[in-house]
């Protein structure tokens, strides 16, 4: 095996827009506020950027293909940039091609940035979209929480729980997150909820009530990158490196053979298999400190603590009754408010997480600090349950 | 020579039954008089259904267990959703029968189905499957909006031990124009019956039937039974009496748990009565449309090999719906703001629809010769994740396997004109996996492991374009559909 990125690559300033319904901003304000927090946080100029990447999913509804609405927004020196698309894992793929070009040594100081406007769309929830000229044929036409909601009822069926249990357990995810949110300025949903809220919630899509749902925001993030050796010539003795970034997308198992059982994502037990060798993680029940997970529904956060090994099979339920992922837990996951509260501007999400995680390794999350984390972990899952791209990145700093 | 007649039947009656007193709650504030049709329920397609649609799933019931496809196949109906793209085409390519399968549409009368089995009886070297279907546009506060059905049926004729055979054929042609739909009009325009019942129904039986039944020798008060479909049921009597028939010949109209399906209801009361009749039993089949068809046949003893019961099955299995709301939705009769889910474009790509014409319509997926795993949809390279041989996949045909229910969900967000969509996860028995819609689920109906089995249907329709493509759907198996 390849021996990977880890500590190549040094994360030195980043920015994070507050997520919400912001109808008075545009994608340049958005892409503007991320970039300028994140320059300040560096400490460099604008010039010294020497590449970037530009994470949009929704290109039409947005800014529009290609490299040039972030080119021209920050009006950058024609440096490159490359616009990308990986589903959900937007974010995280445009901070993988910054890492990979700096690792590479392609470039010194490279950045990326993901950006979502997904309330100038006029929907409520995600936009319907094409999935192509042949599988519209024949696809269902799913939202994405009736497409997640599926694990909920294959998971309950696999280990033989009730849906009461296992709706309880959603619940406590819901309402650990709103309790993260409400301390983060930065979050869409700042508001604390009960479970019998989230228990009593309308149904979207069975068994999953509207609670049970992330929110639908607008947002911005951005990372600059550079090689550790330069962040110290910065004067950035300490800082934020990164351990490993891996991508597993589906290459059809999932949906057309009959050996996935509809009750975990296997892309993400694959990509946390080579993350955690890449980062040199041999017990990542031990080592990680903090997560920050694809929670766009509660059931996915909660078989994604089974697929990342923080769980044993069918423990899930029992670890998260237990207040294992709470703020005060044995490994806090969404300690920022996840996907809950912020809301999934798409191509953003990746970075707002690793945004998050990078404030914790850094000291610097205020009222949500955590004591003393090591390795953070964040996963993004594009897609649906049964066909998805599936990317984690891990997070450490450094001494 | 091999003797010629009825080698196979089969039909479609949706599920829903639409409560006669439900409607004239709905209604009867408008017109009063139609109390008196206030009983019993009327079969009706769903939004996802159409001529096509229950017009293949009888072809299905009259060719299942048969190795060979026709050698041709007639679509008769008076609401074929083409006018100008052949409906039998969509149908041979979902029954995945060759495409030198010789296909033609019927249409223009009440007839259409009865007139298509005249004509194919004419050549008796190939065999032939006529499908008749009908989803019947009416009107609001309509009399037949209470006396319409919508159903399929379908007859297989050829030789070999046929169950029942064409003894005779008649037809006259009258332009008497009690009723008319025309192409810009979108429901039937209709005269006072007693007309028709007058001059037109009693005269033309007679004229039609006659001398058909004299030139086979064929004495009237022998008939044993005789198929009658007038709109008004009440009415089957002036054509036993017409033709000389006795009246306790007169079968079952079907109006109870159906109604009146078009074209297609002389051939469905004709399945009825297959599915109950005894050998050496003669049938007189009318049908009635500016004129009358007639077709005189006998059962033979082949009738005791063909015993089934997937008619009677499916008219006693309907699911009675009172919410007169749904029953306009299902017919595209009212406007309801589906909200902007439903503005997708749905636009077809007619170069891929044609290119996977045998994957979409004939639900024909991969099973690779190398380790012998069936999969949806074929592909280069095999799924399974322990071979991914390179093309080795033959032709497998997914529409008549049985699957099980692996996930699901019931999703009121997503767009569809029945909520909620229910969708998942179905794994076939023999192997293979697709995920895909749902159909005939109502809300807590569904359950992990349920068998379902595969029910052809519209999947999507293109408001901007007029147009609307069909696939396959999970339906709760039924006995009753098997027959």
């Given at each position: 095996?390849?021996?990977?990125?880890?500590?190549?690559?040094a994360?030195?300033?980043?920015?994070?827009?507050?997520?919400?319904?912001?109808?008075?901003?545009?994608?340049?304000?958005?892409?503007?506020?991320?970039?300028?927090?994140?320059?300040?946080?560096?400490?460099?100029?604008?010039?010294?950027?020497?590449?970037?990447?530009?994470?949009?999913?929704?290109?039409?509804?947005?800014?529009?293909?290609?490299a040039?609405p972030?080119?021209?927004?920050?009006?950058l020196?024609?440096i490159?940039?490359?616009?990308?698309e990986?589903?959900?894992?937007?974010?995280?793929?445009?901070?993988?091609?910054?890492?990979?070009?700096?690792?590479?040594?392609?470039?010194?100081?490279?950045?990326?940035?993901?950006?979502?406007?997904?309330?100038?769309?006029?929907?409520?929830?995600?936009?319907?979209?094409?999935?192509?000229?042949?599988e519209?044929?024949?696809?269902?036409?799913?939202?994405?929480?009736?497409?997640?909601?599926q694990?909920?009822?294959?998971?309950?069926?696999?280990?033989?729980?009730?849906?009461?249990?296992?709706?309880?357990?959603?619940?406590?995810?819901?309402?650990?997150?709103?309790?993260?949110?409400?301390?983060?300025?930065?979050?869409?949903?700042?508001?604390?909820?009960?479970?019998?809220?989230?228990?009593?919630?309308?149904?979207?899509?069975?068994?999953?009530?509207?609670?049970?749902?992330?929110?639908?925001?607008?947002?911005?993030?951005?990372?600059?990158?550079?090689?550790?050796?330069?962040?110290?010539?910065?004067?950035?003795?300490?800082?934020?490196?990164?351990?490993?970034?891996?991508?597993a997308?589906?290459?059809?198992?999932?949906?057309?053979?009959?050996?996935?059982?509809?009750?975990?994502?296997?892309?993400?037990?694959?990509?946390?298999l080579?993350?955690?060798?890449?980062a040199?993680?041999?017990?990542?029940?031990?080592?990680?400190?903090?997560?920050?997970?694809?929670?766009?529904?509660?059931?996915?956060?909660l078989?994604?603590m089974?697929?990342?090994?923080?769980?044993?099979?069918?423990?899930?339920?029992?670890?998260?009754?237990?207040?294992?992922?709470?703020?005060?837990?044995?490994?806090?996951?969404?300690?920022?408010?996840?996907?809950?509260?912020?809301?999934?501007p798409?191509?953003?999400?990746?970075?707002?997480?690793?945004?998050?995680?990078?404030?914790?390794?850094?000291?610097?999350?205020?009222?949500?600090?955590?004591s003393?984390?090591?390795?953070?972990?964040?996963?993004?899952?594009?897609?649906?349950?049964?066909?998805?791209?599936?990317?984690?990145?891990?997070?450490?700093?450094?001494? | 020579?091999?003797?010629?007649?009825?080698?196979?039947?089969?039909?479609?009656?949706?599920?829903?039954?639409?409560?006669?007193?439900?409607?004239?709650?709905?209604?009867?504030?408008?017109?009063?008089?139609?109390?008196?049709?206030?009983?019993?329920?009327?079969?009706?397609?769903?939004?996802?259904?159409?001529?096509?649609?229950?017009?293949?799933?009888?072809?299905?019931?009259?060719?299942?267990?048969?190795?060979?496809?026709?050698?041709?196949?007639?679509?008769?109906?008076?609401?074929?959703?083409?006018?100008?793209?052949?409906?039998?085409?969509?149908?041979?390519?979902?029954?995945?029968?060759?495409?030198?399968?010789?296909?033609?549409?019927?249409?223009?009368?009440?007839?259409?189905?009865?007139?298509?089995?005249?004509?194919?009886?004419?050549?008796?070297?190939?065999?032939?499957?006529?499908?008749?279907?009908?989803?019947?546009?009416?009107?609001?506060?309509?009399?037949?909006?209470?006396q319409?059905?919508?159903?399929?049926?379908?007859?297989?004729?050829?030789?070999?031990?046929?169950?029942?055979?064409?003894?005779?054929?008649?037809s006259?042609?009258?332009?008497?124009?009690?009723?008319?739909?025309?192409?810009?009009?979108?429901?039937?325009?209709?005269?006072?019956?007693?007309?028709?019942?007058?001059?037109?129904?009693?005269?033309?039986?007679?004229?039609?039937?006659?001398?058909?039944?004299?030139?086979?020798?064929?004495?009237?008060?022998?008939?044993?039974?005789?198929?009658?479909?007038?709109?008004?049921?009440?009415?089957?009597?002036?054509?036993?009496?017409?033709?000389?028939?006795?009246?306790?010949?007169?079968?079952d109209?079907?109006?109870?748990?159906?109604?009146?399906?078009?074209?297609?209801?002389p051939?469905?009361?004709?399945?009825?009565?297959?599915?109950?009749?005894?050998?050496?039993?003669?049938?007189?089949?009318?049908?009635?449309?500016?004129?009358?068809?007639?077709?005189?046949?006998?059962?033979?003893?082949?009738?005791?090999?063909?015993?089934?019961?997937?008619?009677?099955?499916?008219?006693?299995?309907?699911?009675?719906?009172?919410?007169?709301?749904?029953?306009?939705?299902?017919?595209d009769?009212?406007?309801?703001?589906?909200?902007?889910?439903?503005?997708?474009?749905?636009?077809?790509?007619?170069?891929v629809?044609?290119?996977?014409?045998?994957d979409?319509?004939?639900?024909?997926?991969?099973?690779?010769?190398?380790?012998?795993?069936?999969?949806?949809?074929?592909?280069?390279?095999?799924?399974?994740?322990?071979?991914?041989?390179?093309?080795?996949?033959?032709d497998?045909?997914?529409?008549?396997?049985?699957?099980?229910?692996?996930?699901?969900?019931?999703?009121?967000?997503?767009?569809?004109?029945?909520?909620?969509?229910?969708?998942?996860?179905?794994?076939?028995?023999?192997?293979?996996?697709?995920?895909?819609?749902?159909?005939d689920?109502?809300?807590?109906?569904?359950?992990?492991?349920?068998?379902?089995?595969?029910?052809?249907?519209?999947?999507?329709?293109?408001?901007?374009?007029?147009?609307?493509?069909?696939?396959?759907?999970?339906?709760?198996?039924?006995?009753?559909?098997?027959g």
């Amino acid at each position: 095996m390849a021996e990977g990125i880890r500590d190549k690559v040094a994360i030195i300033g980043m920015g994070c827009t507050k997520f919400g319904e912001r109808w008075d901003a545009s994608p340049e304000d958005l892409v503007t506020e991320a970039f300028e927090e994140a320059i300040a946080d560096a400490g460099l100029d604008r010039n010294d950027i020497e590449a970037g990447w530009f994470g949009v999913f929704y290109d039409e509804q947005n800014v529009g293909k290609s490299a040039y609405p972030l080119s021209q927004y920050l009006r950058l020196p024609n440096i490159p940039v490359t616009r990308v698309e990986n589903l959900c894992a937007t974010g995280t793929e445009a901070l993988r091609g910054a890492v990979y070009a700096v690792a590479a040594g392609a470039c010194d100081i490279a950045f990326a940035m993901g950006c979502e406007k997904l309330k100038d769309t006029g929907f409520s929830g995600l936009p319907e979209r094409t999935k192509g000229t042949f599988e519209d044929l024949y696809q269902p036409n799913f939202t994405p929480p009736g497409a997640f909601a599926q694990l909920a009822a294959a998971y309950a069926a696999k280990h033989r729980v009730s849906m009461t249990d296992l709706k309880r357990a959603m619940a406590h995810v819901s309402w650990k997150s709103h309790e993260n949110g409400a301390r983060n300025p930065k979050a869409h949903l700042q508001k604390r909820i009960s479970m019998e809220q989230v228990l009593n919630a309308p149904m979207v899509a069975y068994p999953l009530g509207v609670l049970d749902c992330c929110g639908v925001s607008d947002g911005a993030a951005c990372a600059i990158v550079t090689r550790p050796e330069i962040a110290r010539t910065l004067g950035r003795n300490r800082h934020v490196t990164v351990k490993a970034i891996q991508l597993a997308p589906s290459n059809g198992v999932e949906m057309g053979h009959q050996s996935w059982d509809g009750a975990h994502t296997l892309t993400t037990r694959k990509a946390a298999l080579r993350a955690f060798a890449e980062a040199g993680v041999s017990d990542p029940k031990n080592e990680i400190s903090l997560t920050e997970v694809h929670d766009c529904f509660s059931i996915t956060e909660l078989v994604l603590m089974e697929d990342l090994g923080l769980s044993d099979a069918g423990s899930g339920i029992s670890d998260i009754l237990d207040g294992r992922y709470d703020a005060t837990g044995a490994i806090p996951c969404q300690i920022d408010g996840g996907l809950k509260c912020f809301g999934h501007p798409i191509g953003a999400s990746g970075l707002r997480m690793t945004y998050e995680i990078y404030l914790q390794l850094l000291g610097r999350a205020g009222e949500r600090q955590l004591s003393a984390p090591r390795l953070g972990l964040a996963h993004n899952l594009g897609g649906i349950p049964n066909r998805n791209v599936a990317a984690i990145s891990i997070f450490g700093a450094s001494d | 020579m091999a003797a010629y007649g009825i080698i196979g039947f089969g039909a479609y009656v949706p599920r829903k039954r639409m409560s006669r007193a439900a409607i004239f709650d709905a209604v009867g504030w408008a017109q009063g008089s139609l109390k008196s049709l206030a009983k019993g329920g009327r079969a009706f397609a769903e939004w996802d259904e159409d001529a096509i649609t229950m017009g293949l799933e009888a072809a299905r019931d009259a060719l299942r267990g048969r190795a060979a496809g026709p050698a041709a196949l007639c679509f008769a109906s008076t609401t074929a959703p083409f006018l100008d793209r052949q409906n039998a085409g969509v149908i041979r390519a979902a029954l995945d029968l060759p495409t030198q399968t010789h296909c033609f549409d019927f249409a223009g009368s009440q007839r259409a189905g009865l007139s298509a089995v005249i004509a194919s009886s004419g050549d008796k070297n190939r065999d032939i499957l006529v499908v008749a279907a009908e989803k019947r546009p009416v009107k609001s506060a309509s009399a037949l909006e209470m006396q319409a059905g919508d159903a399929g049926a379908a007859i297989l004729l050829g030789r070999g031990a046929p169950i029942a055979e064409v003894i005779a054929a008649g037809s006259v042609s009258a332009d008497l124009v009690d009723h008319y739909r025309t192409a810009s009009s979108h429901t039937d325009y209709t005269l006072e019956e007693r007309w028709f019942r007058d001059e037109g129904l009693s005269s033309f039986a007679a004229l039609c039937a006659k001398p058909m039944l004299a030139e086979a020798a064929m004495s009237p008060e022998a008939i044993d039974h005789i198929v009658a479909p007038t709109i008004n049921p009440a009415l089957a009597k002036v054509v036993a009496e017409a033709v000389g028939a006795r009246t306790e010949a007169i079968v079952d109209p079907l109006f109870q748990n159906c109604g009146h399906s078009g074209a297609a209801h002389p051939l469905l009361m004709l399945c009825a009565v297959l599915e109950k009749a005894e050998p050496g039993e003669t049938i007189l089949v009318t049908a009635f449309g500016q004129g009358c068809d007639a077709v005189l046949l006998r059962i033979t003893a082949a009738i005791a090999d063909a015993r089934r019961e997937s008619l009677s099955r499916q008219l006693a299995e309907g699911v009675e719906e009172t919410n007169y709301a749904r029953f306009l939705a299902a017919g595209d009769r009212i406007d309801i703001d589906w909200g902007i889910r439903a503005e997708r474009d749905n636009r077809t790509a007619q170069t891929v629809a044609f290119n996977k014409s045998r994957d979409i319509y004939g639900f024909v997926g991969g099973f690779c010769a190398a380790c012998d795993t069936p999969q949806f949809p074929k592909s280069r390279r095999c799924v399974n994740p322990d071979c991914g041989a390179l093309d080795k996949q033959e032709d497998y045909r997914f529409a008549d396997r049985i699957g099980r229910i692996k996930s699901f969900t019931e999703d009121w967000m997503a767009f569809t004109r029945s909520p909620p969509l229910v969708y998942g996860n179905i794994s076939f028995e023999g192997g293979g996996n697709a995920f895909m819609e749902m159909c005939d689920f109502a809300p807590g109906d569904a359950t992990i492991g349920a068998e379902v089995e595969m029910r052809f249907r519209i999947k999507d329709i293109d408001t901007l374009r007029g147009y609307h493509r069909y696939f396959w759907k999970a339906a709760p198996a039924s006995g009753g559909r098997n027959g």
